[in-house]
């Protein structure tokens, strides 16, 4: 890899003195496509939050294209998506209003937006698929919807990053299909995507870089390489099978064997909404 877009070079770093992440090493280069895998409270979100400058490390360093990331400011390259469930989806606000948001941390003229900012806005929803909803609330979208909002107003800002935080959470298996097939559209033309997720056999299938996170980086690597029985145990502290089937790495949960489609399925390790 060349250099890369973003770096964290051992980082540690956490809340209120106490460490999520420890000497956790991570570059993402131009046009990758990564996914970070690990159990609730791993750090996933932690990561996602030193990228974008929401959260300063103890020690270590954060750079974006090889300067050092400000505390609290966004860095333009980097976009972020952020869960669906994390949302207040009452807050009045139209779809277009909050695509615009995207240029918030660099326009002084809130909320006087130009017209060819509005104009990109427009073009971005209706390339996105949600051509003529602009002026409807946030709330009447669906979930594939309101997560297409968002990779709109992250697009806005002309980033090269994008962040997703488990974007395949809470929505259904279609939903979750159409969702990927953005995100590989937008990664062959030249967007770098890191997500978090917890859906292992998902990223093992559909992406070529995956990293086990459970407060320090376990493995970094092809699927192949990275989805071992003895990797996932360090992740995940329980055990799993590991299936090759053809090229694809199928993960199987170590307990009773379940049986017909079943079988492949990955019990969600943890509690959903950790704050880390």
């Not at 240029?103 to 130009?114: I, V």
């Amino acid at each position: 890899m060349h250099e890369p877009l973003v770096s964290l070079d051992r980082v540690t770093a956490g809340y209120g003195g106490d460490a999520v992440l420890e000497d956790l090493s991570l570059g993402v280069g131009a046009a990758e496509l990564v996914g970070v895998v690990g159990p609730s409270g791993s750090g996933k979100t932690t990561l996602l939050r030193l990228l974008t400058g929401q959260l300063a490390p103890y020690a270590g360093s954060v750079t974006v294209h090889g300067s050092p990331l400000q505390r609290r400011r966004a860095p333009a390259s980097v976009g972020y998506v952020p869960q669906v469930d994390t949302v207040d989806w009452d807050f009045p606000l139209t779809v277009e209003q909050a695509v615009l948001l995207g240029t918030a941390a660099d326009s002084p003229r809130l909320p006087w937006f130009s017209r060819r900012e509005r104009h990109r806005a427009r073009a971005l929803l209706d390339r996105l698929g949600l051509e003529g909803l602009g002026r409807r609330h946030i709330r009447e979208l669906s979930g594939g919807q309101q997560q297409r909002m968002f990779l709109a107003r992250a697009l806005l800002r002309r980033c090269e990053l994008i962040l997703l935080d488990e974007p395949t959470s809470g929505v259904d298996l279609a939903t979750r299909h159409d969702v990927l097939h953005l995100l590989a559209d937008l990664n062959r033309e030249g967007l770098a995507i890191l997500l978090t997720t917890h859906d292992l056999n998902w990223v093992a299938s559909h992406l070529p870089r995956i990293v086990c996170l459970n407060e320090t980086i376990i493995a970094d690597g092809a699927p192949a390489h990275v989805l071992t029985p003895e990797v996932l145990m360090l992740t995940y502290g329980a055990p799993m099978r590991v299936l090759h089937d053809g090229g694809t790495v199928v993960v199987v949960d170590e307990g009773p064997l379940l049986t017909g489609g079943d079988a492949a399925l990955v019990p969600r390790p943890g509690t959903p909404g950790d704050p880390r």
